[in-house]
């Protein structure tokens, strides 16, 4: 009972603490993109273009690694509790 | 106001730490003296110094625990500094299971071994290092709940608390987590509603101060002409 109270609580908190952490880092990536292009193209005023420089630079960065490692969120605590588990009750 | 403020600042960071102390893990250099088990009723408010193991009915107003009893250093400053005198002090050794607590300690027999095993007289003494959360309060009838012990060689014997370095490095870089993604939500999404907010009341104002010239224009053309 005790370890499904566990389970469904603790991966109802991972979630949240994935959505926030991956709604943060897109944030931030589209932020850089932002700054890139008004770096690159300091006098344009061409809206077109730089939505399609940040959608280009978004969906490569949704395909890349750094944003699946997100994931760990879920996994992290995973082998920290297993490692407790053994390390408590192990002579 | 501002003292108003400082002083629920002040009681939110001693209930945070009273939750902390209680409930990170400690250690303390330990003979132990003998172990026991006593029945203990569980029906006040003191039922919260108890563990609530699994496999036990929610009804149940008492049961038995079990108790170790030793011979403890004092220390000083969060057991950070150790000094030469001792004191008595007893441990409960309970079960926390998969609830809070987070130990998930289940070997409450096998540690009661253990320590059976390292009892040792004061002309001879087997000191132990006792990992433990809680607090010992003797008006409450409370008990540190033990955690793991383990033989040492000497009672100066330096212990490294890892648990606590770990956990307090990690909720230092989940507070500036926690800021930095709250100033990014504030800057990348409620800063642009409250510009284009402005910007829309601005363009509104505007819209009116045109209709009403517009309106006045045209009352104006009902006006009588110049009379020549």
Redesign the interface.
Known sequence: ???I??VVFGFIALSIIYL??SV?FR??R??NLEDDWAEANPDSSDKAARDVFVADGMASYHGSIRAKLVGLVYVVPTIV?SV??FM??A? | MRKLKLGLRVLAVLLVGMVLHYSLPQHDVVRVVSTYQERQDLNDWTRVFWARPDDQSATLVNRDVQFIQTVKKKTWLLGFVQRDTTEAMVYRNEDTGFSWPFYFKFDTANLQTEADDLRSTPEAPKWAVMTHYGWRNEFLSSFPNAISIRPIDSPDARIIPWFNIFFFVFLIVAIVMIRAMWAQFWERTIDPVMDSAGDRYDEASAGIAERKGRLARWLGTWKSKDKR
Do not use: K
Request: glycine share 6%; proline share 0%.
């Open positions: 009972m005790g370890f109270r566990l926030s952490l943060y944030s931030v589209r932020e509790v407790i588990v408590t009750n002579n």
